[in-house]
């Protein structure tokens, strides 16, 4: 179920913004990459090795960005976007220059406070994904954030306690993690809140440590599978669409057809307000010059906002928004 920041009566504004959107082929999810900072030190990413002095060439408002796209979802992420001081003023502004949109936060969670998620979701924030890849000392470690876990499931509890209904566990799926996706799910809905699956690629930083392509796909094959029948039982938790969790056996096993259409239906605008069609693509013009992608012969991923972006608006996303008394999705992308 969307937060509580949107009533029933606005999924058919929502379906009918899709709609409009798809017809004028505007992207459904923007995400504005608010900064590249990041305090955590994930072996994954080097985004934590940018320096301070980044921090002059950050755009101080997103709200023109978000009035011209307008889109059903915007995601603000970085690197960790509670390193901005400025953070509710960002949200503010970008919330009243375009109202009808779902706004998303990723955060790693080590900064995130109950007084903070409050400011920010009276801001408007709408829902966090608080990125969580195992339940025990694990996580800590590969974030390089002591305590994390145990922190993170306290200011959920809070969260959730204060009435904060919009978040999520984002997960991504690793080599070394297959063991903690179900106790994930299991975690979330214990909690009232919904996760998120993203399969892991080496292409932040080439590190192919956690990389299943050439290693278990046929327990991380199973292991979606154990998703896919959680959702069928439980709709509303997980909040990946049923498309993107079953064509994740075709994709570890080569078999996905078509070119990757990113930079269409989601697109990333970066600190300083240049494009990239994805996440860990360079960097083009400013996002005022944006004129579309054409497809690319690229298979370098299978983040779910890629598979996510390709997915058919089925009557099974419409049972994904309202499974009641649980959080799910807009039939639109989820975040790495
Ligand atoms: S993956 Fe996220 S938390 Fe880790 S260094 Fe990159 S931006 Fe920071
Ligand atoms: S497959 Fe698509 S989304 Fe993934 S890295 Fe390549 S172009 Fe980007």
């Keep these: 179920m969307i937060s509580s920041h949107f009533k029933p009566y606005h999924i058919p504004l929502f379906l009918a913004k899709y709609a409009w959107l798809k017809a004028r ?20 990413c080097d985004y934590w090795k940018t320096p301070a002095s980044e921090k002059e060439n950050e755009l101080k408002s997103f709200a023109d960005a978000a009035r011209k796209f307008s889109p059903m979802m915007i995601t603000f992420t970085g690197g960790e976007p509670l390193l901005r001081r400025d953070l509710e ?6 919330r009243e220059a375009s109202r009808l949109t779902y706004i998303t936060l990723i955060t790693h969670g080590g900064m995130l406070t109950l007084e903070r998620a409050q400011s920010l979701w009276d801001a408007g924030i709408d829902q966090f994904n608080i990125s969580l890849d195992y339940l025990d000392g694990r996580h800590d470690t590969a974030r390089g954030i002591p305590g994390l876990t145990d922190k993170i499931m306290r200011t959920v509890k809070e969260m959730r306690a204060a ?15 297959l063991d903690q996706l179900q106790p994930i799910v ?35 094959v199973r292991a979606v599978e154990g998703l896919m029948a959680f959702k069928r039982r439980f709709r509303g938790v997980i909040s990946n669409s049923d498309h993107y969790l079953s064509t994740i056996p075709q994709y570890l096993r080569g078999e ?43 298979d370098r991923c299978y983040y779910a906002c890629r ?21 799910a999705p807009l039939p639109v992308a989820s975040s790495v």
């Design 25 to 44: 082929g505007m992207p459904m999810l923007v995400h504005f990459e608010v900064t590249m900072r990041c305090n955590a030190r994930c072996g994954f």
């Design 256 to 298: 996905l057809p078509g070119p990757c259409k990113s930079g269409n239906k989601t697109i990333h605008i970066a600190p300083d307000g240049r494009v990239k069609r994805c996440p860990d693509f360079p960097l083009d013009g400013p996002w005022q010059d944006y004129k579309g992608y054409a497809p690319i012969d690229c």
């Design 163 to 177: 009435g904060i209904d919009g978040v999520r566990f984002n997960t991504v799926i690793k080599n070394d993690n």
């Design 307 to 327: 598979g996510e972006a390709q997915a058919p608006l089925r009557p099974s996303r419409a049972l994904d928004m309202l499974a009641l008394g649980r959080r």
């Design 186 to 220: 299991e975690k979330a809905a214990e909690m009232g809140i919904g996760a998120n699956f993203s399969l892991y690629t080496d292409f932040k930083n080439g590190n192919t440590d956690y990389l299943i392509q050439d290693g278990p796909v046929d327990a991380t």
């Design 89 to 94: 003023d960002l949200v503010r502004a970008v």
